[in-house]
């Protein structure tokens, strides 16, 4: 059994990767949607390139979407989790599914910015 910590919070797991995986879900749990946004905005450059991966990761942050709704999706979408794409292409595969406004929202925001 793995433990891990951010802050206050705590998380268990099998492995590493789940104690940080856990405990992570726990932190963006705790923050408000305008603070998980302004993340994600931080981490995440609209013309950047970054691993499939973690848009998987960050769709659940935002959203609240389940991991096997996302492994639908990705099925579905012949999506290569080992791959990468830029943060707009997430955006606009993502904005009309589940809690798509969320992803409207941040798509919005990032649009004003980067103009």
């Not at 990767?17 to 856990?22: G, T, V």
């Not at 998980?36 to 942050?61: C, M, N, T």
Request: with cysteine.
């Amino acid at each position: 059994m793995y433990i891990a910590k951010s802050g206050s919070l705590f998380a268990h797991g099998d492995t590493k990767e789940d104690a940080i995986s856990s405990v992570n879900d726990k932190y963006f749990a705790s923050l408000s949607f305008e603070q998980r946004k302004q993340e994600f905005i931080k981490l995440f450059k609209i013309d950047g390139v970054y691993p499939a991966r973690h848009f998987f990761e960050w769709h659940h942050h935002l959203t609240g979407s389940c991991e096997s709704g996302r492994l639908m999706f990705v099925q579905s979408h012949k999506i290569d989790l080992s791959g990468s794409m830029t943060t707009l292409q997430f955006l606009n595969l993502t904005k009309n599914e589940y809690n798509g406004e969320v992803i409207k929202d941040i798509l919005e925001q990032l649009s004003h910015v980067s103009m």
